[in-house]
Nanobody
C-alpha cells in the first residue's frame, strides 16, 4: 500500500507564500503521477496541479502563474510552491498519487490526510 504524508500548511497573509510537501512511502512498483487537490468548506474538491514522472505539469486556471508543482522522483516527493496567495486559496490541500502495486496489476489513486492552508490578514 502507498502512504502519503503532507506537510507545510499553515496561516499566511494575502500575498504571502507557502511550500507544501508530500512524501510517498510503502510497497508499490511505481508511481506514474502525483498531484495536489484542495477543498474548501461547502465546496467540491478541485484539482490544483498534477505532475507526471517525465515532469510534464498541469494547473488549474485559478492558480496558473502563482503555483508551481515539482517532483523528486528519487524519494517520491511532490512539492507545491504557492506564491501570491489569496484568501480564496484557503482550503485543505491533499496529495494524490497514481500508483501500481505490482508490475502487472492495475493502478490506483492514493490520498494523504491533507494539510490546512489559511490565507487571511
Amino acid at each position: 500500500q502507498v502512504q502519503l504524508v503532507e506537510s507545510g500548511g499553515g496561516l499566511v497573509q494575502p500575498g504571502g507564500s507557502l511550500r507544501l510537501s508530500c512524501a510517498a512511502s510503502g510497497r508499490f512498483f511505481s508511481i506514474n503521477a502525483m498531484g495536489w487537490y484542495r477543498q474548501a468548506p461547502g465546496k467540491e474538491r478541485e484539482l490544483v496541479a498534477t505532475i507526471i514522472t517525465r515532469g510534464d505539469t498541469n494547473y488549474a486556471d485559478s492558480v496558473k502563474g502563482r503555483f508551481t508543482i515539482s517532483r523528486n522522483n528519487a524519494n517520491n516527493t511532490v512539492y507545491l510552491q504557492m506564491n501570491s496567495l489569496k484568501p480564496e486559496d484557503t482550503a485543505v490541500y491533499s496529495c494524490n498519487a497514481y500508483a501500481k502495486r505490482t508490475l502487472v496489476g492495475p493502478s490506483f489513486d492514493y490520498w494523504g490526510q491533507g494539510t490546512q492552508v489559511t490565507v487571511s490578514s
